[in-house]
């Protein structure tokens, strides 16, 4: 299973040693997690998939917008949100080495239910659904790649929604930054509030109630793995409480 932090690695380690991991290159190595590739096929790949780039807060999608294309995040993160009773909700992030869209919009043509807004300046690698079609169609494999990639969007909602009606707000903010910790930093407190669901004041205390935890943790119960230990130590020490404007 893929997660963000061997992508963000592999990024990282290639540009530290000075050898060049291009955008497509990345594309590709991603789609091999899926599906096999030759060589032909990684040439279609790159012929299908368009750069682009976006500056902070752009948006991708826009809610109530239809969305045109699949997009492969090379650089960058983006949030996704939704408008509810007039105040903006961010339900989710993506970034490097992450495929995202509104799928529902983009499998069905009808309007965006969410928005899709960049953090920080993004460099996107995009197909649109009717080169998408030549993707399935030419490459041997390509439709098992969408099947296996929408399958991954539909488990990550499942435990989206299943997480956060069950997890306190101390909980859901453990797990975010468990599964975000290569690039935490890179997003405003004020978006990771609204994501676990609580005002930007509330994380602030979550956050130093981590020291806390800390000590009952190794303390008060029975020894955690070395792992758990050292997840909960660099939460602690990864962030500070921010004042956002």
Not at 20 to 31: A, D, G, T, V, W
């Amino acid at each position: 299973m893929y997660d963000h932090n061997s992508a963000w690695c592999i990024y990282c380690l290639t540009q530290k040693n000075n050898k060049p991991y291009s955008m497509y290159e990345f594309l590709i190595s991603r789609i091999k997690d899926y599906i096999p590739l030759t060589d032909s096929e990684a040439r279609v790949v790159e012929l299908l998939f368009v750069k682009e780039y976006y500056p902070k807060n752009e948006e991708l999608v826009k809610e109530g917008s239809i969305c045109q294309k699949l997009f492969f995040i090379s650089e960058g993160i983006v949030r996704f949100s939704q408008l509810s009773e007039g105040e903006e909700r961010t339900f989710t992030f993506r970034a490097e080495g992450d495929f995202c869209n509104d799928l529902e919009s983009f499998l069905q043509k009808a309007p965006s239910k969410s928005s899709i807004t960049t953090i920080e300046p993004a460099t996107i690698l995009s197909i649109t659904h009717e080169n998408l079609q030549v993707f399935y169609n030419e490459l041997r494999y390509g439709d098992r790649f969408g099947r296996l990639a929408t399958e991954q969007v539909f488990i990550q909602v499942v435990n989206l929604l299943t997480t956060f009606n069950s997890e306190t707000p101390e909980e859901r903010y453990l797990r975010f930054v468990m599964n975000h910790k290569p690039f935490i930093q890179h997003i405003p407190q004020h978006f990771i509030a609204s994501h676990i669901g609580v005002t930007p004041q509330a994380l602030c205390r979550i956050k130093k109630n981590f020291w806390v935890s800390i000590y009952e943790l190794w303390f008060m119960n029975s020894k955690p793995s070395f792992g758990i230990f050292a997840t909960v130590i660099s939460i602690a020490f990864m962030q500070e409480c921010i004042q956002q404007t």
